[in-house]
């Protein structure tokens, strides 16, 4: 199992800001897309970004779109995800995760949920 780092989560008032970083450092980093998601207590899991491999494409849930920016470090093997006026209701388990079967593309926010090769999560709470 390839191994998935993630850190950067925490608690954060309500307008605040944090950064999410995933690293994987034994993976052939630059052949896949990568992405985030988040599950809220008792809700399903929501894919919420996407980058392709080269990072010249994102894609964004309408729910963070023009909050959140996801980037990537191909020489670090690592990607980010930039949070910024955090609201209540983006509470929840984040986690990174790129698919199976390589693709450089970003081929859907929410493929099926064994596609993906997961980390294990961060919880990021925002306290109003």
């Known amino acids: 199992q390839v191994e998935v780092v993630e850190s950067g989560g925490g608690v954060v008032q309500v307008g605040g800001s944090l950064r999410l970083s995933c690293t994987i450092p034994?993976?052939?980093?630059?052949?896949?897309?990568m992405s985030w998601h988040r599950q809220a207590p008792g809700q399903e899991r929501e894919g919420i970004s996407c980058i392709t491999w080269n990072g010249d494409k994102t894609v964004y849930a309408d729910s963070v779109k023009g909050r959140f920016t996801i980037t990537r470090d191909n020489a670090k093997k690592t990607h980010y995800l930039q949070m910024n006026n955090l609201n209540t209701e983006d509470t929840a388990m984040y986690f990174c995760?790129?698919?199976?079967?390589?693709?450089?593309?970003?081929?859907?926010?929410?493929?099926?949920?064994?596609?993906?090769?997961w980390g294990q999560g961060t919880q990021v709470t925002v306290a109003s």
């Open positions: 995760a790129f698919e199976r079967v390589g693709s450089g593309e970003c081929r859907g926010l929410n493929r099926p949920r064994e596609s993906y090769v």
């Open positions: 034994r993976l052939n980093f630059q052949r896949y897309a």
